[in-house]
């Protein structure tokens, strides 16, 4: 029988400091989200990190927690319910950090017969600190708790045209009507060394802004060549002029070494001190709106540009549950138990 699995980054269980401290010690000391030798990471995050980070981000997250929950959490059930009553397969939800977690997910489909899983990593570009850090934690609980489960991945979709025109829809209609000069697609940023990492052929990646539109089988495994090929193809289907639209990197940790520039908070400061009134930022590394969409650029973004003399800063929301979106993750899932039926 076969069943999928969602799985999107995860968010802390309450506001409170003690759950937000439990969240970014599991975040942190992932070794694909700070990929230094152990005995310096553990020294960094327990040491220094935990003991500030944590009273600092709860407030952050007090700014944006709903009623029903964390935002993320709560967009990611409504997109599982949604999906859940078009597809002909048992469709489960899970967290890489925090609950409901992989384990939980993967339980559930198993109580429910399923021995094939398609993995459905919620983000449209690779990177290692997203689908990777993913796969491997699922086939490490896999293999000790579910041996009789076969996996399958739903690969990266950042250039796929059905996403693509989700998400380039998304972003027009929420436009529509509004006065805007400039488009800037921030995604989430990266140490310039994951994408080194990552570089299968151990030579492409030069990082010289140029390597990333050239042809190669590392583009396979590029975070920065996916967030390009999202920001080039949604320009092409909302056909932006050149020089209307742009890309940058947000939520950047400088102790970490150097990060994908241009810089989301430098960029935005830039655009407000040159003139420009009116600016668009969509947020393409996230299918949910979570706290890097809501607070750092939904409002600390958005108070910076005004205060830099920028009138409006429009902050499209991420696809979340938009029924374009369910229906098209809804087919994928179809036409993936469709084959392997077939099969």
Request: hydrophobic share 35%; charged share 25%.
């Amino acid at each position: 029988m076969k069943g999928v699995l969602l799985v999107n980054l995860g968010s802390p269980d309450s506001t409170e400091t003690k759950d937000v401290r439990s969240y970014l010690d599991q975040f942190l000391m992932d070794e694909r989200v700070i990929d230094l030798p152990k005995w310096f990471r553990t020294f960094l995050v327990k040491g220094i990190i935990l003991n500030t980070r944590p009273k600092k981000s709860a407030k952050a997250y007090k700014k944006i927690w709903w009623k029903e929950g964390s935002p993320l959490i709560v967009l990611s059930e409504r997109l599982q319910e949604k999906v859940r009553r078009k597809v002909t397969v048992p469709v489960s939800l899970a967290m890489r950090y925090g609950n409901p977690s992989i384990h939980s997910g993967l339980e559930e489909l198993a109580q429910q017969g399923v021995t094939e899983v398609l993995l459905v990593p919620l983000y449209p570009q690779f990177a290692m600190a997203t689908t990777e850090t993913i796969l491997v934690l699922a086939e490490e609980i896999r293999s000790q708790y579910f041996p009789q489960m076969e996996f399958t991945s739903l690969p990266p979709f950042y250039n796929h045209p059905d996403y693509i025109r989700v998400l380039a829809n998304s972003i027009q209609e929420y436009l529509k009507g509004k006065n805007w000069e400039h488009l800037l697609f921030s995604y989430h940023g990266v140490p310039n060394r994951h994408i080194r990492k990552s570089d299968i052929t151990k030579s492409h990646c030069k990082m010289d802004g140029q390597c990333c539109f050239q042809d190669s089988p590392a583009h396979g495994y590029c975070y920065r060549h996916q967030c390009e090929m999202t920001t080039k193809k949604v320009a092409e289907y909302l056909e932006l002029k050149e020089g209307t639209y742009s890309t940058s990197f947000q939520s950047r940790v400088s102790i970490l070494g150097t990060w994908l520039k241009p810089y989301t908070d430098k960029t935005v400061e830039s655009f407000a001190k040159n003139g420009t009134q009116q600016l668009a930022i969509a947020t393409p590394a996230f299918v949910s709106d979570c706290l890097e969409t809501l607070e750092e650029i939904g409002m600390e973004a958005a108070e910076d540009f005004e205060e830099k003399g920028g009138e409006k800063l429009h902050v499209i929301p991420c696809i979340n549950d938009r029924e374009d979106w369910v229906n098209v993750l809804s087919r994928w899932i179809d036409e993936w138990a469709l084959k392997e039926t077939v099969q």
